[in-house]
């Protein structure tokens, strides 16, 4: 694969052109990544080469050795993160935040429709806090002008990191009016294990239901989220990574990333202990786990 051309570096000049590789980047231990490599391996044409993040090392060695020609699966944000800038055709899959020149697979949920899922949850609630930071800055902006018609008030709490999220989060809860549900963007720099727990702690504690960027959220114990099916993204990156190797220009992917595919998934056992109205979420297509 294309780590191999570490070991080539003093290989004659007079070499043939390396060869196209594959290449699935992910963490190990996730489903939903699974899910995606899965679902690629059966659908790309040619093999793909699986490489499981463990290390910075590891990820700075497969940086420097992608080619221009190679053609790489980044599934999640820690492994977009990882290949973003080199030379290879990168493909995004469950990154929300992707930079340019990055081809994306899925679809970003249209932030209004995590609204519209804590208003059917919790028809009554009136204020949510919603937790952001300077990458997720764009999704919030007009987000008032939707709120306004269903009755929602939105409490934006910014940070720039994890700790400055749960420090301004804990101020919105504790400064009254409180709110009464939470919304978490999908922003890789305030979205830490550490704000994570600590909003399931007042979902628990305060009964506040918590939305989430992701079903792997869902099943650690958050409300709901909306997100893509990881194995319609896999048929998708597919068929961007077999057009690629078919030689189609990547400028054409510029506006692939509408899947269709996007599910509300709901934490059963959470629904049922907050008491939300699962039958308004049943109605909406919401998949209970």
Not at 18 to 37: D, F, M, N
């Amino acid at each position: 694969m294309a780590l191999a051309a570490l070991a080539l570096a003093g290989a004659s000049a007079r070499a043939e052109p390396a060869p196209t590789e594959i290449i699935v980047v992910k963490r190990p231990g996730l489903t939903a990544h699974s899910e995606v490599a899965e679902e690629f391996a059966d659908r790309c044409r040619v093999r793909a080469h699986v490489v499981n993040l463990v290390g910075g090392r590891a990820a700075e060695a497969l940086r420097r050795a992608l080619q221009p020609r190679d053609v790489v699966l980044a599934v999640g944000q820690g492994a977009l993160d990882a290949v973003a800038g080199s030379r290879a055709h990168v493909v995004s899959a469950l990154a929300p935040n992707t930079p340019p020149g990055v081809i994306v697979a899925d679809e970003l949920p249209p932030p209004e429709l995590e609204l519209r899922a804590l208003k059917a949850a919790r028809p009554r609630l009136r204020r949510i806090g919603l937790v952001y930071g300077p990458r997720t800055a764009n999704l919030v902006a007009d987000l008032e002008a939707v709120a306004r018609p269903l009755g929602v008030q939105l409490v934006l709490v910014r940070a720039i990191d994890g700790p400055q999220a749960v420090r301004e989060l804990r101020r919105a809860v504790e400064q009254p009016p409180s709110v009464d549900a939470l919304w978490i963007a999908p922003d890789r720099d305030v979205l830490t294990s550490q704000l994570f727990e600590y909003a399931l702690t007042l979902e628990i504690e305060r009964a506040l239901p918590v939305a989430a960027p992701t079903r792997h959220l869902v099943k650690s114990g958050a409300l709901l989220a909306i997100d893509a099916d990881p194995r319609a993204v896999g048929r998708q990156a597919a068929d961007i990574a077999n057009r690629l190797l078919a030689g189609e220009d990547p400028t054409a992917f510029a506006e692939v990333g509408q899947t269709g595919s996007l599910e509300l998934v709901v934490n059963a056992g959470v629904a049922r202990r907050l008491g939300a109205d699962t039958a308004t979420l049943a109605a909406l297509g919401a998949r209970f786990e």
